[in-house]
């Protein structure tokens, strides 16, 4: 099984940016960012192919998030940002990065994915 560690979560006014990050250990072929309000369930918000191609972007945070990886190396700890900017209120929430290990799984649905990370807060308020 993947493990992932997340980082980056905090309070933001509205209109200001955060950066998360994922650091997943070997063998995941797909990574996602979900984020899960209280009384709610959890939600797609970005994912990508470990090594290159983004898969999914929400309707709700296109064109102000960005999910990208850095230095990807084979066989070696993969790790996605997931770049924030322009948060509104509506953005809050506990944020989950998840690992698929099929590409075909690369989407908004969290049923396919099967390691997850202990999640980070985000809360955007003035």
């Known amino acids: 099984q993947v493990r992932l560690v997340e980082s980056g979560g905090g309070s933001v006014q509205p209109g200001g940016s955060l950066i998360l990050s994922c650091a997943a250990s070997?063998?995941?072929?797909?990574i996602g960012w979900f984020r899960q309000v209280a009384g709610k369930e959890r939600e797609g918000v970005a994912a990508?192919?470990?090594?290159?191609?983004?898969?999914?972007?929400?309707?709700s945070v296109r064109g102000r998030f960005t999910i990208y990886q850095d230095n990807y190396q084979d066989n070696a700890e993969d790790r996605v940002y997931l770049r924030m900017t322009a948060l509104k209120p509506e953005d809050t929430g506990v944020y989950y990065c998840a690992a698929a290990e099929e590409t075909r799984a690369c989407g908004p649905l969290p049923r396919y994915y099967t390691s997850w990370g202990q999640g980070t807060q985000v809360t955007v308020s003035s």
């Open positions: 990508m192919y470990t090594g290159g191609g983004v898969a999914y972007y929400d309707q």
């Open positions: 070997e063998g995941s072929r797909c």
